[in-house]
């Protein structure tokens, strides 16, 4: 995950392969896409959207996008899960997008997305064995309490995250 997440950093291009982060409520899923990387990528850099977010037509926050994170992530809550995951695995192998805005045409937009699904389901989706888009972090099964001195001392020690990664 480091060396995939320090890859992104130094050279913002998409890498190809997401990964799939999971586990009970309280294993940091939150904090490591509030507390890290939005602030290390910046927020026009990232977005989070819901599997529903995904079905919608409109993507124009996409064209900036570094950083996508799928949260909750549960395929088989779409309404076509299916065509959903097709839909996922081309937003994270495909260099090009078709992006859209409200009241606007389809323009065709590089894309530089990389793909974090965090669920707390077990099932969060569908990965076929062979399937090499898909990087499944050990399930986390022990929830952390970090203390507002934590999530501060996260906040201190990111320009020394960022220098790491870099």
């Not at 996409?62 to 809550?77: G, K, L, P, S």
């Not at 530089?112 to 399930?139: E, G, Q």
Request: glycine share 4%; net charge neutral.
């Amino acid at each position: 995950f480091l060396n995939w997440l320090a890859t992104i950093f130094q050279t913002r291009t998409k890498i190809g392969t997401a990964w799939v982060l999971h586990g009970v409520q309280g294993t940091g899923k939150g904090v490591l896409y509030h507390q890290i990387l939005v602030p290390l990528f910046g927020l026009r850099h990232c977005v989070s959207k819901s599997i529903s977010g995904i079905e919608e037509q409109f993507n124009a926050d996409m064209e900036e996008c570094i950083i996508f994170n799928v949260d909750e992530a549960r395929v088989d809550d779409s309404l076509q899960a299916k065509r959903t995951v097709n839909k996922l695995k081309n937003m994270i192998t495909e260099p090009v997008l078709a992006i859209r805005a409200m009241r606007a045409n389809a323009v065709q937009a590089r894309n530089y997305s990389n793909f974090i699904f965090t669920s707390n389901d077990y099932d969060a989706l569908a990965i076929d064995p062979t399937d090499r888009r898909f990087n499944v972090a050990p399930r986390q099964e022990t929830a952390i309490e970090l203390s507002e001195a934590e999530v501060a001392a996260i906040r201190s020690e990111l320009s020394q995250f960022a220098g790491f990664l870099r």
